[in-house]
Nanobody, 119 residues
């Protein structure tokens, strides 16, 4: 499975951006799919994700009420709508997916897309 991301870019504080992620083999066999981010000098952290066979969602406390993760069933993508962006939201955003392997779960990552929020 390969993850292809789109979206991201530069936006002023208070603005909005939308990220989209497509899985090359579709989402039907995925256990989880969503978005993580990594700011300079920080560890990669969860932003928002579908879990439990893509039936439930979880969000980082820092983005609750501002970010919305959704599925586009027609395009078979997972999207992240980011509103009221803050400079601290700046970072590389990675699409993540998990699928069941023979002996353990397999983690899959996209190449990352840069989001920059200016003051």
């Amino acid at each position: 499975v390969e993850l292809v991301e789109s979206g991201g870019g530069l936006v002023q504080a208070g603005g909005s951006l939308r990220l989209s992620c497509a899985a090359s083999t579709g989402t039907s066999r995925l256990i989880a799919m969503g978005w993580y981010r990594q700011a300079p000098d920080n560890q990669r952290e969860l932003v928002a994700e579908f879990i439990s066979g893509l039936t439930n969602t979880i969000y980082a406390d820092s983005v609750k009420g501002r970010f919305t993760i959704s599925r586009d069933y027609a395009k078979d993508t997972v999207n992240l709508e980011m509103d009221s962006l803050k400079p601290e939201d700046t970072g590389v955003y990675y699409c993540h997916a998990r699928r069941a392997g023979m002996y353990a779960h397999i983690e899959i990552w996209g190449q990352g897309t840069l989001v920059t929020v200016s003051e």
